[in-house]
């Protein structure tokens, strides 16, 4: 190279000269290349797609197919021969034929009547052609496009529009559908990698295949943007090109510290965490850069561990064999989360610290713990040999997740064999009624027969209320329970449970003994009815203000059918009127209660 030989960047000096050229947009290059073949060309056509992917490219190829002069048949040809002065002055932009707007700069409908619609109907001064390429069209205003739209729907024959966007979505609807439109998709990064080394080794560059594809990933689908890093990192290198090399020169957080802190969130290790982000500090790394490395190194982490794509770094295979994908997924959610925080933060390393270990101590391997206990449950030991030791939940722990679940498991069988034995035991052991019923000894003691019957109700805390407060006075075959003063209550739960008494006697002495309550307390309950009816003139019952008054309590209650309208019925009473109210009373009708 000559001393006065300018420099030419490598985007500029390896740009595509033909349809073939061209990296990623195969479908769009044949589609175009069959329709000059044809003779099918369109009066307009939109590209749309992310930057750097061949857009502007792919136009001035087009407009030197249109224009190519070198195949000798007069005709737009596929192939443009590259060595005409058309294709020449095509690909430096000096072609007077073909016109390369920037829409950006050209946003006033005055600048566009001025170069489009005030030409666009004068004759191509040499090329077979008039091409007017667009870039950035969106960027136009609302008058331009109004300008524009007759002369794109209808152009002479002569002329042809290539207009070019990396935002479709705000190219009018009118403008879209008069073109012909081509999505340009973003490069992969195996593309671009394979295409950085077809390059280097043209340009005799030591460029390593781990150096093309961390470019290849930081270009973010642009095959330009690849191409002006490649150029800084031969700037920046000493002959050879490196991982290590491209790291440093993009400020790329180290491989190792990706590691240390991955394995530190999913084994919660504080100290190690801790001592990664000591490292940015001595490094001067940039908070916002390493959570997006960070993230980033999750995200392709999950996809090794189902199956698809590599390992981003060394030591993947040991992170993923300690984490589930559902763990290393939502670590990067929320460091996704996290980062939107930090960037407007004071202090940038410490919330991101702090953000990380908040989400170290929130995000669980919930998946690899069910897997882990429904190998167990299985009787299939760990699900797959013992874990590494990555998955104790804290560094300085020695028992591992394994035997935590194992003990948890035998306690748990352990629990259910505790509960489950008394209870076949009872539901077994229950006597039958008919056992019960049929007498096993016979006791002919009275005394010791109603001693015997009461130690028996001691697991019926009902019968056995009434028993031990009311007197029994024995008889040849009838038994009678009286209660004393203060206790006439129980004559009511008493009439219910006098069957079992007899059942229970019948049992043990194999007499038919019939029980009665004392006639006293039957004859006071029947007077406490008698002055209720008496009174009902009076008052207001219960049962009427509160038709569930009766029903209310549950008959498994000692008290359930005892009266004590009697009792409520003093309370509400009728009192005397004052005479200031009967006057109201007479107005009104209704009665006072107290």
């Known amino acids: 190279m000559s001393e006065n030989t300018s420099y030419i960047s490598l985007a500029n000096k390896y740009r595509p000269q033909k349809f073939e050229d061209m990296v990623g947009q195969e479908s ?30 792919t136009a001035r190829i087009l407009a030197k197919a249109l224009n190519c002069t070198g195949n000798g048949n007069g005709k737009p040809t596929d192939e443009p021969c590259g060595e005409c002065p058309q294709c020449r002055e095509i690909a430096q932009s000096a072609d007077m034929d073909v016109l390369e707007l920037d829409a950006a700069s050209n946003t006033q409908v005055e600048k ?10 004068l004759a191509a001064s040499r090329d077979r052609f008039k091409v007017f390429i667009l870039d950035e069209v969106h960027m136009l205003s609302a008058s331009s496009f109004n300008a524009l739209l007759k002369t794109i729907e209808e152009p002479p024959a002569h002329v042809v529009f290539i207009l070019a966007t990396t935002e479709k979505h705000k190219v009018p609807a009118t403008i879209t559908s008069r073109c012909q439109t081509f999505r340009f998709r973003p490069i992969t990064v195996d593309e671009i990698t394979n295409h950085l080394l ?20 930081n270009a973010g689908g642009a095959l330009r943007d690849a191409l002006t890093l490649l150029d800084r990192a031969i700037a920046y290198s000493d002959g050879k090109i490196d991982d290590k090399l491209v790291g440093e020169m993009l400020g790329l957080t180290p491989q190792d510290l990706l590691n240390q802190t991955v394995t530190a969130l999913i084994k919660k290790d504080n100290a190690s965490l801790h001592g990664a982000f000591e490292t940015l500090r001595a490094e001067g790394f940039d908070a916002n850069s390493f959570l997006k490395d960070l993230k980033n190194a999750l995200g392709e982490l999950f996809y090794f561990s189902l199956g698809q794509g590599s390992a981003p770094f060394e030591g993947a295979e040991q992170i993923t064999a300690a984490a589930s994908a559902g763990l290393l997924a939502a670590l990067s ?40 206990l429904e190998a167990l449950e299985r009787g299939g030991g760990n699900g797959g040999g013992e874990p590494p030791a990555s998955h104790t939940l804290q560094t300085e722990k020695k028992t591992t997740f394994s035997a935590a679940v194992q003990k948890s498991f035998t306690a748990k069988q352990e629990t259910k064999t505790s509960f489950s034995a008394p209870q076949e035991t009872v539901f077994q052991e229950k006597p039958s009624l008919e056992k019960e019923e049929k007498p096993t000894s016979k006791i002919t003691d009275n005394n010791a027969l109603w001693k015997t019957m009461l130690k028996e109700f001691e697991r019926s805390p009902f019968v056995y209320d009434v028993m031990t407060n009311c007197s029994v006075q024995f008889g040849q075959d009838v038994w009678t329970i009286s209660f004393g003063t203060g206790k006439e209550f129980y004559k009511v739960p008493a009439q219910t449970k006098l069957a079992e008494l007899e059942k229970k006697a019948f049992a ?10 004392a006639d006293k307390s039957v004859a006071s309950a ?53 005479e200031e109210l009967k006057g109201i009373l007479d107005v009104i009708g209704g009665e006072v209660l107290a």
Do not use: W
Not at 339 to 346: L, R
Not at 511 to 517: A, T
């Open 28 to 57: 769009i290059s044949k589609t175009l290349k069959n329709a000059l073949k044809l003779g099918r060309i369109a009066h307009a056509y939109l590209f749309y797609g992310p930057r750097g992917c061949g857009k502007t490219t």
């Open 112 to 121: 566009v009547r001025e170069a489009i619609i005030d030409t666009v109907a």
């Open 198 to 217: 077809d390059l280097a080794e043209a340009e005799g560059l030591d460029l390593t295949e781990k150096a093309a594809r961390i470019i290849a990933k």
């Open 333 to 372: 959610r929320k460091i996704n989360k996290l980062t939107e925080e930090v960037k407007f933060s004071d202090n940038a390393l410490i919330s991101a610290e702090v953000g990380l270990f908040t989400i170290m101590d929130s995000c669980f391997d919930i998946e690899g713990f069910i897997r882990r």
């Open 508 to 517: 043990l002495s194999g007499r038919k003994i019939r029980f009665e309550i």
């Open 526 to 578: 029947k007077n406490t009815a008698l002055s209720v009816k008496q009174e009902e003139k009076k008052t207001i019952s219960p049962e009427k203000r509160n038709p569930s008054f009766k029903t209310s309590i549950t008959q498994e209650e000692p008290f359930v059918k005892a009266d004590f309208s009697a009792d409520i019925a003093s309370e509400n009473t009728l009192t005397e009127v004052p």
